[in-house]
């Protein structure tokens, strides 16, 4: 494997950015459910007063977050966060407006849970149980990728959640317009 690329201290190879209508509302959100660190410095406020640039870190993770400028399109984002309590994480983003897509749910060994955040944003919740013969993507050997071949009911649920989810999308600021 390869030397890492050179990057800022605290900043990953790759780094989520987030366009969302109110940077400031999905900042104080991820600093209260995930435990997220606004780092300051890095807030950059344009002239006509939107956040330009800001960084939230998780643990070990750094996720840019910016203000959508009028005529942008909606873009929500996709963000997967690793915590230690799945039911705990997924009680505050509820009481601080998320909507619950995916209850907490065994899943190949692993909790996963789905909320969908105030502006729109889908997150993926996990808590990773590893197991002691565990084997990497990369190592796994299987002749069949097709994820049906692991149904149950357990993944119908996960799977039926985020087709509803992904199709139900919508710009939350059209429920806004006249």
């Keep these: 494997m390869s030397t890492p690329p050179a990057r800022p201290a605290g900043s990953n190879t790759v780094n989520p950015f987030i366009v969302t209508d109110d940077a400031s509302a999905l900042i104080s959100f991820a600093t209260d459910v995930f435990g997220a660190v606004d780092v300051p410095e890095a807030r950059t406020v344009d002239t006509d007063g939107l956040i330009l ?3 939230l870190r998780i643990d070990d ?5 910016t203000d959508r400028k009028p005529g942008w399109p909606f ?3 996709l963000i997967q966060v690793y915590v230690e309590d799945v039911q705990a994480t997924v009680e505050r983003a509820e009481t601080l407006g998320a909507q619950v897509i ?3 749910t065994d899943f190949f060994g692993d909790v996963l849970a789905r909320i969908q955040d105030p502006q729109a944003n889908l997150w993926w919740i996990y808590r990773h149980n590893p197991a002691p013969d565990e084997q990497s993507w990369d190592n796994a050997e299987t002749d069949d990728t097709s994820w049906e071949s692991y149904t149950s ?3 119908e649920y996960i799977h039926s959640t985020l087709i509803n989810a992904m199709a139900n999308l919508a710009d939350p600021r ?3 317009k006249p």
């Design 53 to 55: 640039h800001s960084e």
């Design 153 to 155: 009911p357990e993944l």
């Design 102 to 104: 995916t209850q907490p």
């Design 61 to 65: 993770s750094m996720i840019a977050v």
């Design 174 to 176: 059209a429920a806004s």
């Design 75 to 77: 873009t929500p984002a």
